[in-house]
């Protein structure tokens, strides 16, 4: 999980009944703490995109992106292309996703990098509360793990 915000408080319960083992990724100390995100086993402090980069990712691991920001959301989502996660989402209105991919562009990522990318994200299901917003992502989570077609608000690019 990038990025310890409203949403992810709400993700990482979820994702911890569901039997997931969480890490929590942010630069910001006062927001990776036992008290706000008591589900999650291992917090890495400082520079998301170079922890990003050191921590073993594999076809085992679903990325979640949801930083405070759209430049930790593009470094985010830069550091995790092409590690082989199984998942890759990330939170973004229309415009910062399209930015984003574009700056991705310039820097030589490919069109097919970018369309694995689950964007918006989460599943169809309604709602904007982050609760729901966390059901819905975790919902398209699951439906990835186990090769299932859903009503994803996912658009390839």
């Known amino acids: 999980m990038c990025g310890p915000g409203h949403i992810a408080e709400k993700l990482c319960k979820i994702a911890h009944v569901l039997g997931y083992a969480i890490t929590v990724l942010d630069h910001r100390r006062d927001r990776l703490n036992a008290k706000l995100l008591p589900h999650v086993e291992n917090f890495v402090q400082g ?3 170079e922890n990003l ?4 990712i594999d076809s085992k691991t679903y990325i979640v992106i949801a930083t405070h920001g759209h430049k ?3 470094d985010s ?5 092409g590690r082989g996660a199984k998942y890759i989402g990330m939170i973004g209105s229309k415009n910062k996703i399209e930015t984003c991919f574009n700056n991705l562009i310039n ?3 490919k069109e097919e990098d970018l369309s694995r990318v689950h964007t918006p994200i989460g599943l169809d299901l309604g709602g904007e509360a982050p609760e729901e917003i966390a059901l819905a992502i975790m919902a398209e989570i699951q439906a990835v ?13």
Not at 53 to 56: F, K, T, W
Not at 77 to 81: N, P, S, W
């Open 47 to 49: 520079d998301i995109k």
């Open 53 to 56: 980069r050191n921590i073993h």
């Open 72 to 74: 930790f959301d593009q």
């Open 77 to 81: 989502l830069e550091a995790a292309l």
């Open 107 to 109: 820097k030589g990522f």
């Open 145 to 157: 793990k186990y090769g299932k077609d859903a009503p994803y608000l996912y658009k390839s690019r």
